[in-house]
């Protein structure tokens, strides 16, 4: 998700957290470091993008994959160290990654400039952020959500979620992907408001595209705060008003989303997670980053099916090092976010997952912490073991 929203969803509950004390930190400049002989994603600066949020990902055919970030760092210069002054494209940038011959990862940036500026991957005139996308018979489509800034005096978060969108993309084919057609679908007169993210992550399964939207109510002594679980049909994608689904305490699942009778399936509270079908286990996982103590720790669940029973949350790898205060990545004002695993780089029982770290401090700031690193806002990449 976005780096300028400092997401609602995340980070107002990271935000609330008491903070730590600022520690030492030694300014180092960032350096991507591709492992040899494993196909193991890394995103170095190139090609003007200096960081970005998000990083969701999906295979489009044997050879290449797909990467989505958030609000992004822009620069013409190559070789920056730092981004003061730089440029932020608000919206959507992408990539495209292969692995080499020799099992080496490579990535190339896709920057849309419009008169010389750079501009988002998506929308002519709105501020969009991915979500996660899906293919249906040989069909690409990528969520958005849809946000406009506000100029509120005393509001912390200075935007507002206006509403939810699927780019489609019959043909991507075309190695350049702005030589790609893109039509959208709206799809918010069919999502109530108290769903702030909508496809935090995406399952095509029997027939349905199944999502886990973040969902937030209270009213009526009625109070609820987690993912939930929807679907749509998948010959219902195109025209998905009044055919969304949501699964009840029940077990059974109904048109309409009442606060009464839904289910939180994940006791996550995220904007972003991944859910995937490993075959060799029979088992799905959901990967996610904790939102407390500002997101430093990394947990996995498992399930045989899409709807659960879920196990409880487990640990996945080390505390995250960017909110350590014993570690010289930490700064008092970093919260992490963003936990996912990328399925098409897991081997075995070895989940790849990426999660990425941000400031609370005013990144307008030309001396900010985020401005004067270039460690944080960007994917960080982890092999874990689970």
């Not at 996912?340 to 609370?360: G, M, P, Q």
């Amino acid at each position: 998700m976005g780096m300028i929203k400092k997401s609602v969803f995340i980070v107002l509950l990271l935000l609330i957290l008491p903070l730590f004390s600022c520690s030492t930190f030694l300014s180092e400049k960032y350096t991507a470091e591709v492992p040899s002989n494993q196909c193991m994603p890394v995103f170095p600066d190139k090609n003007g993008w200096y960081g970005g949020d998000g990083a969701y990902s999906i295979s489009l055919d044997q050879e290449r994959t797909l990467w989505l970030f958030g609000d992004t760092f822009v620069a013409h210069e190559e070789g920056r160290k730092d981004r003061v002054d730089m440029d932020v494209i608000l919206g959507t940038t992408l990539a495209i990654s292969t692995c080499s011959v020799n099992n080496e990862f490579k990535i190339q940036y896709y920057l849309k400039k419009k008169n010389e500026k750079f501009v988002s991957s998506f929308g002519e005139n709105e501020w969009l952020w991915p979500q996660d996308p899906f293919m249906v018979n040989s069909v690409l489509y990528i969520p958005l959500i849809a946000v406009a800034a506000i100029d509120k005096k005393g509001e912390l978060f200075k935007f507002k979620i206006t509403g939810h969108k699927l780019a489609r993309i019959k043909d991507f084919s075309a190695a350049d992907p702005y030589k790609w057609r893109v039509g959208y679908i709206d799809l918010t007169p069919a999502i109530p408001p108290e769903i702030a993210a909508f496809a935090t992550t995406s399952v095509v399964h029997d027939n349905y595209v199944y999502f886990y939207p973040f969902y937030t109510y209270s009213k009526d002594a009625v109070n609820i705060l987690g993912n939930i679980l929807a679907r749509i049909p998948v010959t219902k994608l195109d025209n998905p008003t009044g055919a969304i689904e949501y699964f009840t305490k029940e077990g059974t699942w109904q048109n309409n989303l009442n606060p009464a009778r839904v289910k939180v399936i994940l006791d996550a509270c995220v904007s972003e997670l991944s859910v995937r079908y490993h075959a060799a286990e029979k088992k799905w996982i959901a990967v996610y980053l904790t939102t407390q103590n500002k997101g430093d720790k990394l947990f996995y669940q498992v399930a045989d099916e899409p709807e659960g029973p879920w196990s409880k949350p487990k640990a996945l790898g080390m505390k995250v090092p960017e909110v350590d205060p014993q570690s010289p990545l930490y700064d008092k004002n970093n919260f992490c976010y963003a936990g996912k695993e990328h399925i098409e780089f897991s081997r075995n029982k070895n989940l790849i997952v990426t999660y990425v770290c941000n400031s609370a401090e005013d990144f307008e700031k030309k001396t900010s912490f985020l401005r004067r690193n270039l460690f944080l806002y960007r994917p960080v990449v982890n092999n874990i073991n689970y």
